[in-house]
């Protein structure tokens, strides 16, 4: 049997709490409470959780007893109203892993702190946990979705900060940085003015660290020419907002970034520029550039510092070998800076006296990216490897030939390492013509006197092997002629054994 509102009785069982509650409401019958509910605020917080305990235990229905009853308290001070959780109103329960955090979205919302929600939270209400989802709604309605946000209001920036404090809190409720990365949450230099993560992905606003006087100085002509500028690791970044934007994905400041930065605001590039010289001294001076050298890592420097290398060998193929900083080929060359040539980059090459075996292929990978773009007038010997590793000038070397394996033995140090054999032919000999002499006289000498040890006189196939070769040293000014030959016929040129 079921009863209307107006002919529900008390029992005389309830709780004394309940009974002062209803007391309080000048109505002895429960379902008065919906219809005075301005009452309630007179009531006690222990009244009230009584009430709604009793009342959702309650059978038959359980709570189905509190569903229109606008008695749920708020963190504002207010009450909600018990409705099914499929209705779109709903209230959240904050449940902080450290207590002494708190969340900044309106209180209206959230379920009183002090309420005993374990159990409603089972009972298919209208009160969840607060989620990622519902986080994102809150921050939805704070921020609009335009960025940067120029101009924003104290209390807006005040929300921000705030809510950056609390992110530990959030990220352990699965709120990911890229669910919110649209909304303008990232302050810049300039205190009126928030962008979003999506355009520090995107390279539209520029990322600068460090605490040097370069590093202010870039920060302060950035935000001269309108560029938007984040500081990676300080104030006014908070520490939270510092560990996303030192994550991979986030670039780092390039020259080609500022110009594409710039590029966005082609109307008032012009005036930017005017003073074009001040300027393109000031760039010089910028650690903009990805560079390295020999001994060092990779660190961002000023065009005034570095070398830029010729176009089509990258600086992390060729720094660990070089004495100087170098950078790739590209915008460099628009800052007047020093650049080396394919010819000039033997002036440059710093190596051990012994290569380790640890940079053995990287130099090689270097000589295969270099040796192939010298001009043919180019003839100065190349510092490469021998056998034992050991640098060597190549005019000092041979060639893997069936001679020279014959005259020093195939393992010779004479030879670059085996894994080299592609240069020999024909970058390295043919860049080796000027001491030919020379090098056919110390062959001739192998010739005649260690040769004749490793292969014997019976073997003749292997002697013929070397027919085709001239090695043979000879002197230009001394002629021999034939009894009928005259001073005017070409003689025979004198062989020197």
């Known amino acids: 049997m079921s009863l209307l509102p107006e002919e529900a009785v008390l029992s005389g069982d309830e709780p004394t709490s309940v009974d002062n509650a209803l007391s309080a409401l000048q109505a002895y019958r429960t379902a008065e409470i919906m219809q005075d509910s301005s009452a309630v605020t007179e009531l006690s917080f222990k009244i009230v959780e009584d009430v709604i305990s009793y009342l959702s235990d309650t059978p038959p229905g359980g709570p189905s007893h509190l569903l229109g009853l606008g008695i749920l308290p708020l963190e504002d001070?207010?009450?909600?109203?018990?409705?099914?959780?499929?209705?779109?109103t709903h209230y959240f329960v904050w449940m902080p892993q450290d207590q002494s955090r708190y969340h900044n979205f309106p209180l209206h919302y959230f379920v009183h702190h002090k309420l005993k929600v374990r159990s409603l939270l089972k009972m298919g209400l209208n009160i969840v946990p607060l989620d990622s989802a519902a986080i994102r709604q809150f921050v939805d309605k704070r921020l609009p979705t335009v960025s940067p946000f120029d101009s924003v209001p104290p209390e807006v920036s005040n929300w921000i900060f705030d809510f950056w404090e609390t992110w530990n809190?959030?990220?352990?409720?699965?709120?990911h940085h890229t669910d919110i990365s649209e909304f303008p949450l990232v302050p810049t230099i300039n205190p009126n003015t928030f962008v979003s993560l999506a355009q520090c992905k995107d390279a539209s606003v520029m990322l600068v660290g460090g605490s040097t006087e370069e590093d202010e100085l870039l920060r302060t002509c950035l935000d001269q020419l309108d560029l938007n500028v984040v500081r990676l690791d300080e104030e006014p970044t908070p520490i939270a907002l510092c560990l996303i934007l030192q994550r991979d994905g986030y670039p780092s400041l390039t020259f080609e970034n500022v110009l594409r930065a710039l590029a966005s605001q082609q109307d008032s590039v012009a005036d930017k520029f005017r003073d074009l010289d001040n300027?393109?001294?000031i760039a010089q001076t910028l650690p903009l550039w990805p560079s390295a050298r020999n001994?060092?890592?990779e660190e961002l420097r000023s065009a005034s510092d570095i070398y830029m290398l010729p176009e089509g060998l990258s600086f992390r193929?060729?720094?660990?070998?070089?004495?100087?900083?170098?950078a790739d080929y590209g915008m460099l060359k628009s800052l007047n800076g020093s650049s080396l040539t394919f010819e000039q980059l033997g002036d440059k090459v710093e190596l051990p006296s012994i290569l380790g075996?640890?940079?053995?292929?990287?130099?090689?990978?270097?000589?295969?990216?270099?040796?192939?773009?010298?001009?043919?007038?180019?003839?100065?010997?190349?510092?490469?490897?021998?056998?034992?590793r050991v640098i060597t000038l190549s005019n000092e070397l041979y060639a893997r030939e069936p001679l020279f394996q014959a005259a020093f033995g195939d393992d010779s140090n004479r030879f670059i390492p085996e894994e080299f054999v592609e240069l020999e032919q024909p970058s390295l000999n043919d860049r080796q013509q000027e001491d030919r002499a020379i090098r056919a006289a110390l062959l001739f000498e192998a010739y005649c006197v260690s040769l004749p040890m490793r292969v014997g006189a019976n073997e003749q196939a292997s002697w013929h092997e070397l027919d085709e070769l001239s090695f043979i040293p000879r002197d230009m000014n001394l002629t021999r002629r034939l009894e009928d030959q005259g001073d005017s016929d070409a003689g025979l040129i004198s062989q020197h054994y």
């Not at 809190?169 to 709120?175: I, M, V």
């Not at 193929?317 to 170098?326: D, G, L, P, T």
């Open 357 to 388: 075996t640890a940079d053995l292929m990287p130099y090689k990978n270097f000589l295969e990216r270099w040796i192939p773009r010298l001009p043919p007038s180019y003839t100065r010997p190349i510092l490469v490897p021998n056998a034992n």
């Open 279 to 281: 300027l393109l001294a």
């Open 295 to 297: 001994g060092s890592a």
């Open 317 to 326: 193929v060729a720094a660990r070998f070089m004495n100087v900083f170098v």
């Open 77 to 88: 001070g207010t009450f909600g109203t018990f409705l099914d959780q499929s209705d779109p």
């Open 169 to 175: 809190e959030y990220t352990y409720l699965k709120l």
